[in-house]
């Protein structure tokens, strides 16, 4: 039986950010629009609206995020490749997000796509008044007959990633914290907990869990999802509580958490939403022991050429490890610190899931 310690962490900010979490690199090619630009046409002549054409509009956190706005331009920038004419509106502050839904459906083009929940309420709006027009939104429900959701369960690969944290431990305790109490966030940590306790329950172990308590619904968060100071002071808070394998789920806030850990030595650093040994400073991949993967990027492209040929519907996407939305990736330079027994007991939990023989419970799945 595991034993969890949760010992809340919070560190004030002026609010509580959007969801999710992530990495990368520079964006080569980026349009920042003040207005839209018109969209090719069937016969290759311009147009003023086509539904070749595709906006996008980003939460308050802007488009290079290490999460999922910046996977979710990759994916429409993708799509251009299969005929779609992408541009972006950057919001920079919440004053920019229903203008930002506006202009895009504004310009005449037939795909809008909105990212995170902070533009729930615009999109739903626009969507209801421009029947004609196809939105989808990345992690967040929205109902609406011309309005497709974007979601991850991510609970499932969490909960290998709490397996492989709980199998490597050395001194018996894992670590995991968010920028934010709210649902995208909390489904990671959600599997993470159960796969710690399966692996406790598989090895009669009592690694312990530190920041997130499931049934009470609390844990850790820094309330932000920048501020990368405020992750290295939440990590530095499950370090010292004996934590040597911590899972950030804060975007960039969780770069501090690799920091912390870098500066400790003997703790590793799960991230997610993408590959962080590819997103994150070359500096940190000695630290990095795996990623929790949603594949937004090829959801969006997907959702995007659906807009083109008439297969577009309503109908909600969840990626899961069944079609490989979500998964986990390589343990690169730590590899050798992961049993050959360990890993491929993860690979069988993959493997049970997906097959059914194994449940990831959450009130936050999707």
Not at 234 to 251: N, R, S
Not at 292 to 304: F, M
Request: with cysteine; charged share 20%.
């Amino acid at each position: 039986m595991s034993v969890r310690a949760v010992v809340p962490v919070r560190i004030a900010s002026r609010s509580a950010r959007p969801r999710l979490l992530g990495a990368a690199a520079g964006l080569a090619g980026l349009v920042l629009l003040s207005a839209c630009a018109s969209a090719p046409s069937d016969d290759g002549g311009a147009a003023t609206a086509s539904t070749h054409c595709a906006r996008m509009v980003t939460n308050s956190g802007g488009l290079e995020d290490r999460s999922f706005n910046q996977s979710s331009w990759a994916g429409l920038q993708a799509a251009e490749a299969d005929g779609v004419a992408a541009q972006v509106l950057v919001s920079t502050s919440e004053t920019d997000l229903a203008p930002n839904v506006t202009q895009a459906v504004e310009s005449g083009c037939g795909f809008v796509l909105t990212v995170g929940y902070e533009l729930a309420a615009a999109t739903q709006e626009q969507a209801a008044a421009n029947p004609d027009v196809d939105f989808a939104i990345v992690d967040e429900t929205v109902e609406g007959d011309n309005v497709k959701s974007i979601l991850f369960d991510t609970a499932q690969a969490s909960y290998l990633a709490g397996y492989l944290a709980a199998g490597v431990s050395k001194t018996g305790a894992v670590g995991t914290f968010g920028g934010g109490n709210q649902p995208p966030v909390t489904l990671f940590m959600d599997g993470f907990a159960q796969g710690v306790d399966a692996y406790n329950a598989a090895h009669g172990a009592s690694v312990r869990l530190i920041g997130w308590d499931p049934v009470a619904r609390d844990g850790s968060f820094t309330g932000d999802f920048e501020d990368v100071n405020k992750g290295k002071q939440v990590a530095q808070a499950l370090i010292d509580q004996g934590a040597d394998v911590i899972m950030p789920v804060a975007g960039q806030v969780g770069e501090g958490a690799a920091s912390a850990a870098l500066d400790a030595g003997g703790v590793s650093v799960i991230w997610v939403d993408n590959d962080g040994y590819d997103t994150l400073p070359e500096a940190y991949r000695p630290i990095l022991l795996t990623s929790v993967l949603k594949d937004t990027e090829q959801a969006v492209r997907e959702i995007a050429v659906s807009t083109i040929d008439d297969s577009f519907t309503n109908e909600p996407y969840v990626g899961t490890l069944e079609n490989e939305g979500v998964g986990l990736a390589p343990f690169h330079d730590l590899e050798s610190s992961v049993p050959a027994d360990l890993a491929a007991e993860v690979d069988a939990l993959r493997d049970q899931i997906v097959a059914g023989t194994v449940t990831v419970d959450s009130p936050d799945a999707p």
